[in-house]
């Protein structure tokens, strides 16, 4: 392949032209594959003398092949991706660092970079034992180019290798380049100016990727940890010697404030995760605990005085600091609350720190002004979603809220004080701001605080209700947020007059001509609807809202919005049920126009801000989920209603639409939403429309492309379209084909696992039951499927009973034929599944945990008992009288079992029982205690309380799981320790099946007497047999038998 031509190929595809573009794009595509195509791409890119455009895009169409096609799956084959010749492997593994390290562009550098690691991360160790020490030659070359391009190389070993459970890989890469690193880094930091910040920057991100997962022994070395702290120290005191030239935004992205955001962040790294002995995960204990004690005493103080001597110089005027620096700095004194050895000294300077630095944020700054002037949108995007890894006033929140919570003794009632002064005195507006924004941030720890809590309402009436008709947008925006927090948190009116002024005073700023005034309001109103007097005095009035309400999600399409609509919906059921089709329809009109934008940013050739294109899919992803729960909102509502089947089927059929088109654009980040809405929608109506198959159509042509992973999701829906449009499947051959093909994929694809295997299952149980006599041809396949599950040493619980049910179906099925077949295809296993389905009735509920599972056995041995002798198995006939005893056995559980599910679903509550402002009781209690918390002592949280919780449950369920298996190895015991298979097998409380209507007496005691006329001595010989205790249980069983035959006749009476 000629290397000229390839110049040329690429040449066009930078073409203005679009038909020669897209000419060129498919020439490439074509020649991509093929042998040598790597090698002379690698030429391209290294050719000084070829335009540096050319360059840059042969660049990144190498990166995409070698991402794509270095390695391939065996077991998810890619047909339309040709694999790399060896001949391309072994030129790329030999040439590509050199020329990354020559690359003079650095967008190719970038592109050469991504493609380094995707080599590495597939190759390395093993196939690229030598790449290590390539690198450290050019490391220690003394050439800045080879050094620069060797820093980008180290860092993208790293990055292959930090989430790498073998952690001896990283720990040997610190051990054998670090040394020779830091050196590097410490003659750059000597004369450390914004043109070679790059490569600090670099060399820095390095370290802190080191420390993703452990902080390997050789950085936890004096050796190691003194020349790197002194780096990072060095980093962070610079100076410039003259300001940057640009705006501060500019400043922000320079490789200056770049290599200072990157040494505050692995110093904060190095604390928080390592370095704090009271905080340590147990996980991390063993290996680091001796490095943290050694941190804390010696290094963290240090890094308090840097950090400290950073924000002194900051608040004096003397230093510009970057949004991420204020933000790792923030961190670093969040994390010093909770320790005792940090908080010592940290707490004599909290006051001054949350004066001049921390409330200085908080403020109404001409940043936020002229965000507020020109997209109010954004400005709306960023108070909501409040991340403190992006915006300084939202980590000086955290900061405040963990020193409220975690020392309140010493600091609640400061904060308090600093805001009580500024409001009630002659402060500007922009501090005023800032001071109802900090209340908004502490009101969850004020309305916990015994005392404090009671005087919120004339806090309200005083600063409040005032602030809710300001003429400064700002000033209403910071109100309405104070009294939502209060709200949320449970605030109490003593009197009604003062409830009401603020919830009118709130009806007024929900129509405020400024946006980001509207969004807190509405957001104050859903809290304040837990009042009587609010909900009544809003019904009048409740159109009107919902038409804000709408207006504001269409505006916004913030998940925000679109949450206080389900709740207005949830609030107004018998107001708003009537009116479901309108809403649905209003609704469906938002989602169609979300989704447009969401597919014309999908295709657009336009991503110039990547970033930027993906936050906006993030908004509108969230906006589609956001509309699809207000729908199953409404659908809840019209429980209220009686007769609401009609209205139901109308919503449906608006609703259809949109759940194809989704499923059309395969927009999977809503396969969850729009797989919900059609179970709500075939269950609720108990029937499937005719428009409705055309989503069944849907949903199997996204399963076999690219929604496989949503499995659990869509299983549901299909349930419910095989159980109530079985006629529908009895009549089309193609639609049984495609749920067979849905079950069988379910059970043998190779990127699924157990838990989807028992979906697998429980969606072949639903097609034997639905579809009987209808099946016969694909019951081979679906035996052959369900005996290789079987088969399998199976650890899941959940699993060993759903294969179990799914061949115990096939029984139930056809009894003679499902025979003939699993012995047909693997001799003898007919008598070794009667094996394992006896010995699992025999464990009683350890065996057989649900009254599913307990009914289905039953049900399928009354169908064996009536099998004419003849066809019995004659591997099966000697034990063939062994059925009876069997039933007779799942009898003796079953009135225990049914009244233990009957039980259990009277004690459940609806998952919205708590209402949404409360707070679990537990979290509650521990907010309390550390508001009043010594200072003399480490605090151990609700938090930290909560992830070791989680830590220690995982590890014991490990060790049963462990020794589950173990003990199956051995016996086949299912219970170890007080464990049992029905721990994690729980009892289907929602779940409906088309046998759930048999009853299994009348159906035990039908088939006995065919047993007993066609097979008498067999017959005779179960009941022989049987123990007093059986004898007892046989009479009982007949007994209820008798009687539900007796109320079933009445019945039809």
Not at 41 to 46: E, H, T, Y
Not at 373 to 394: G, K, M
Request: aromatic fraction near 8%.
């Amino acid at each position: 392949m000629n290397a000229q031509d390839i110049v040329n190929l690429f040449a066009t595809s930078l073409s203005p032209d679009p038909n020669v573009r897209k000419a060129g794009e498919i020439e490439i595509r074509r020649i991509g594959g093929q042998e040598g195509a790597l090698t002379a791409l690698m030429q391209v890119i290294g050719n000084q003398h070829v335009d540096i455009a050319v360059r840059q895009a042969t660049s990144v169409f190498l990166k995409n092949r070698i991402i794509r096609a270095w390695y391939i799956d065996p077991d998810i084959p890619k047909p339309d991706t040709a694999p790399i010749a060896d001949s391309d492997r072994v030129f790329v593994k030999q040439n590509i660092l050199s020329l990354l390290v020559a690359a003079q562009s650095r967008p190719s550098q970038v592109q050469l970079a991504a493609a380094f690691k995707a080599i590495l991360t597939h190759d390395f160790p093993d196939k690229w034992p030598g790449i290590v020490d390539d690198v450290l030659a050019l490391l220690q070359s003394g050439n800045s180019a080879s050094v620069y391009g060797a820093c980008i190389a180290l860092l993208e070993v790293i990055r292959s290798t930090r989430f790498r459970t073998d952690r001896k890989i990283m720990h040997g890469i610190v051990e054998k380049t670090f040394p020779t690193l830091v050196q590097v880094g410490t003659e750059i930091g000597n004369h450390f100016t914004p043109e070679n910040a790059e490569g600090m920057h670099i060399i820095l991100k390095s370290y802190k990727a080191s420390t993703q997962t452990s902080l390997s022994p050789h950085q936890q070395s004096p050796e190691s940890i003194m020349p790197w702290g002194k780096l990072f120290f060095q980093i962070i005191n610079a100076r410039l010697v003259a300001p940057l030239p640009g705006t501060p935004y500019e400043w922000e992205t320079s490789g200056w404030w770049k290599a200072k955001k990157w040494a505050f962040n692995t110093l904060d790294r190095l604390f928080d995760r390592y370095g704090s002995p009271s905080q340590l995960p147990e996980a991390f204990k063993k290996d680091v605990k001796a490095f943290a004690e050694q941190f804390v005493t010696s290094f963290a103080p240090e890094i308090f005085k840097v950090y400290l001597q950073q924000v002194e110089s900051y608040a004096k005027g003397e230093q510009w600091l970057s949004a991420k620096c204020k933000i790792a700095i923030l961190r670093f004194f969040t994390a010093c609350v909770k320790p005792r050895a940090t908080w010592d000294f940290l707490k004599p300077h909290v006051q001054t720190l949350v004066a001049s630095f921390v409330f200085p944020e908080l403020k109404f700054t001409q940043e936020r002004h002229e965000l507020w002037q020109s997209d109010p949108l954004e400005y709306v995007r960023r108070s909501v979603e409040l991340d403190d890894a992006a915006e300084p006033s939202a980590a000086g929140t955290t900061f405040l809220i963990q020193l409220a919570r975690s020392r309140g003794k010493s600091t609640f009632m400061t904060l308090l004080s600093l805001i009580n002064n500024v409001l009630s005195g002659n402060a500007p507006e922009d501090q005023r701001y800032g001071a109802l924004i900090m209340t908004s941030s502490l009101s969850g720890v004020i309305m916990r605080h015994p005392t404090v809590k009671n005087e919120m309402e004339q806090f309200c009436v005083k600063f409040v209700l005032p602030g809710l008709s300001s003429d400064h947008g700002f000033i209403r925006e910071s109100a309405a947020e104070v009294l939502g927090g209060l709200e949320r948190f449970g605030l109490v009116w003593s009197n009604p007059a003062n409830l009401e002024a603020h919830y009118l005073a709130i009806g007024k700023v929900i129509e405020d001509p400024d946006l980001p005034v509207r969004i807190p309001a509405v957001i104050c109103l859903t809290h304040m609807l837990r009042h009587d007097l609010v909900k009544t005095a809003l019904i009048p009035n409740i159109d009107k809202v919902m038409q804000i309400l709408f207006s504001l999600s269409d505006e916004t399409d913030l998940d925000v919005t679109t949450e206080a609509l389900e709740t207005f919906i949830d609030n107004f059921q018998p107001q708003l049920a009537p009116a479901a089709v309108q809403i649905i329809t209003r609704l469906a009109q938002s989602y169609v126009r979300v989704m447009g934008e969401y597919v014309a940013i999908q295709e657009s050739s336009l991503r110039d801000d990547l970033a930027s294109s993906i936050a906006v899919e993030d908004d509108k992803t969230m906006a589609l989920t956001g509309i699809a729960r207000a729908i199953e909102t409404v659908l809840d509502s019209l429980d209220a209603l009686e007769d609401s089947k009609e209205i139901v089927a109308n919503c449906q059929e608006v609703v259809i639409p949109i759940i194809n088109l989704t499923l059309e654009k395969q927009v999977v980040e809503a396969f969850d939403s729009v797989f919900s809405l059609v179970d709500t929608f075939t269950f609720t109506l108990r029937q499937i429309t005719p428009n409705m198959w055309s989503v069944f159509e849907h949903i199997y042509k996204v399963f076999k492309e690219v929604a496989i992973d949503y499995l659990d999701e869509m299983i549901p829906g299909l349930d419910n379209f095989i159980d109530f449009g079985k006629d529908v499947f009895a009549q089309s051959p193609e639609y049984r084909r495609m749920v067979i093909d849905v079950f069988v994929s379910a059970l043998t694809h190779p990127s699924l696992g157990d838990a989807d295997h028992v979906h697998g299952c429980a969606l072949g149980e639903c097609i034997l039951l639905n579809m009987r006599g209808h099946i016969d041809q694909e019951l081979e396949g679906i035996i052959k499927s369900a005996i290789d599950i079987f088969s399998k040493n199976i650890d899941l619980p959940a699993l060993r009973v759903g294969a179990l049910n799914l061949l115990v179906n096939t029984i139930l099925y056809n009894p003679p034929l499902a025979l003939r077949i699993m012995d047909a295809n693997h001799p003898g296993f007919a008598a070794t599944f009667f094996t394992k389905w006896f010995e699992a009735i025999k464990k009683g509920n350890l065996g057989l945990p649900r009254v599913h599972d307990k009914r289905l056995s039953v049900i399928a041995l009354s169908e064996l008992l009536r099998m004419n002798a003849a066809d019995v198995p004659a591997s099966l006939r000697s034990g063939w009288p062994g059925i009876v005893g069997a039933a007779l056995a799942i009898f003796k559980d079953l009135p225990a079992a049914i009244e233990s599910k009957a039980h259990r679903f009277s004690q459940v509550e609806p998952a919205d029982a708590e209402d949404e402002g409360s707070v679990p009781c537990i979290r509650s209690a521990l907010s309390i205690l550390t508001t009043h918390m010594a200072d003399d002592k480490d605090v151990w949280d609700d938090e930290d309380q909560y992830l070791q919780m989680i830590a220690d449950e995982k590890e014991r369920l490990d060790g049963i799981r462990a020794a589950n298996a173990e003990s199956s190895v051995a016996d086949d015991v299912d219970d170890v320790d007080g464990y049992s298979i029905a721990d994690e097998v729980e009892e289907e409380l929602h779940v409906e099946r088309s046998i759930d209507g048999v009853n299994a007496y009348i159906s035990f005691k039908s088939a006995l007497t065919s047993f007993e006329t066609a097979n008498p001595e067999a017959y005779a010989a179960a009941t022989a047999s049987l123990t007093g205790e059986e004898q007892t249980i046989l009479i009982d069983v007949m007994t209820k038998a008798q009687e539900a035959e007796v109320a079933k006749s009445t019945i039809k009476s």
